[in-house]
């Protein structure tokens, strides 16, 4: 079966699967209890994200040296995992209780990241699939023996913990890269401009859910933060659904391309990109109403459907960038898309800052109010760096 087919089920079980479970979970669970979870795991996804994409692409980029990527992922991740369980300690006990128990994510992620990244790279997707629909499942199925105990939004803590450590588990065992030497000093030092770079790119990238996610939990309650959870798990959704499968594959396409090889890559991800996400997104945002009434109840859609516009303008918006994202990580300017999500990520807690105070509505209108603004510099920046060489067009 085609690589395509096997990303849909890879990112189908990675996000669908898990997205399934929080919108089932949230019908048993109270707004308040959802905004709980949701506050206290906002940093771990970020986290989560980061390493995932920034030392994972950077495992993709530069295969070599093994020994200094498995140990550079292994100190972020222990780092990472360290200062939220301090963060965790520090806050109310309604959320830094269940913030410092999932601490531990980030150090079981970066152990096993250099693994992924193996996998990722020699596109064995149909192994990282099965693998993740296998953690995903088991996670999924003790997570709803907890909520049927009664452990309410523990019962999402359980399936993080629980899928993180299976995830992992297999990861290791499908690719068992291990270190062979101690890692040298000038090899992890070489590593760490571009790990640098990609890494702030995607925090930058996966900081603005987040953080509006904190700051919608500190600022209009802990309902309000699950009505926004429940829209962006919607989104998620979405996502795994139509663009995730593409964007899992295209930096490995792209690599490696002669620059007219790489447009012509590019041109063709974009129509696919561009022609899916110009269907699904417009319908869910005309559909969100009924659709969530039958995932989440009644009382919940009543909340969280007037959020569903300004979701999909956002993940639209986020779909006809994602192409451009990749290939320019492809040809060597990151520094170009870490500008992007940069730009996006201030100009969007900027715009949401007056809605904060009273409306969370008017919060989320931020979210596609700063991607259309920037892409607009984004798209024509990216057209210059990637036009043909006029020495290319005069050879043909």
């Known amino acids: 079966m085609s690589t395509t087919f096997w990303s849909a089920v890879l990112q189908w079980s990675r996000l669908g699967v898990n997205a399934g479970l929080f919108l089932v979970a949230a019908r048993y669970l109270s707004l308040a209890e959802i905004g709980a979870f949701a506050t206290a795991f906002a940093p771990v996804r970020l986290v989560q994200g980061t390493l995932r994409a920034g030392l994972g692409d950077i495992a993709i980029l530069r295969a070599e040296p093994q ?7 292994a100190a972020v991740g222990l780092i990472a995992g360290l200062a939220l369980a301090v963060t965790g300690l520090m806050l109310p006990p309604s959320v830094g209780t269940m913030m410092a128990v ?24 149909r192994a990282l699939a099965l693998r993740t629909l296998a953690a995903q499942t088991a996670a999924a199925a003790v997570a709803l ?3 049927a105990q009664g452990a309410g939004p523990w019962s999402l803590a359980v399936f993080a913990l629980a899928n993180t450590a299976l995830t992992a588990a297999l990861s290791l065992w499908l690719a068992p890269i291990r270190l062979g030497t101690c890692p040298k000093r000038g090899e992890i030092r070489a590593l760490l401009p571009d790990a640098l770079r990609l890494s702030l790119r995607d925090l930058a990238g996966n900081a603005t859910l987040p953080l509006l996610q904190l700051a919608v939990g500190a600022c209009l309650g802990l309902p309000a933060a699950g009505a926004f959870q429940i829209a962006s798990r919607v989104l998620g959704l979405i996502d795994a659904l139509a663009i995730a499968p593409l964007r899992y594959v295209a930096l490995p396409r792209f690599t490696g391309l002669q620059p007219r090889a790489l447009r012509g890559a590019l041109a063709r991800n974009l129509r696919q990109s561009a022609g899916i996400a110009c269907i699904v997104y417009p319908a869910v945002a005309v559909a969100a109403p009924d659709l969530l009434v039958v995932a989440v109840g009644s009382e919940h859609a009543e909340a969280a459907a007037p959020l569903m ?6 993940g639209l918006l986020a779909a006809l960038a994602m192409p451009l994202n990749q290939a320019l990580s492809a040809s060597g300017h990151i520094r170009l898309t870490l500008n992007r999500n940069l730009a996006t ?11 904060l105070s009273h409306s969370l509505t ?3 209108w931020a979210l596609p109010g700063a991607s259309s603004l920037v892409l607009i510099w984004y798209l024509k920046t990216a057209h210059r760096l990637l036009r043909p060489d006029p020495r290319e067009l005069a050879a043909e």
């Not at 020994?67 to 992922?73: E, F, G, N, R, V």
């Not at 516009?309 to 956002?314: H, I, N, S, T, V």
């Not at 990520?345 to 809605?355: F, I």
């Open 67 to 73: 020994d200094a990527l498995i140990a550079l992922s």
């Open 345 to 355: 990520l201030v100009l969007t807690l900027t715009l949401a800052l007056p809605g």
């Open 102 to 125: 999932l601490s531990p994510i980030p150090l079981i992620q970066g152990l096993a990241q250099p693994s992924e990244a193996h996998l990722r790279r020699t596109l064995r997707l």
């Open 362 to 364: 008017a919060t989320v």
């Open 309 to 314: 516009p300004a979701f999909c303008l956002a």
């Open 145 to 147: 023996l907890a909520l």
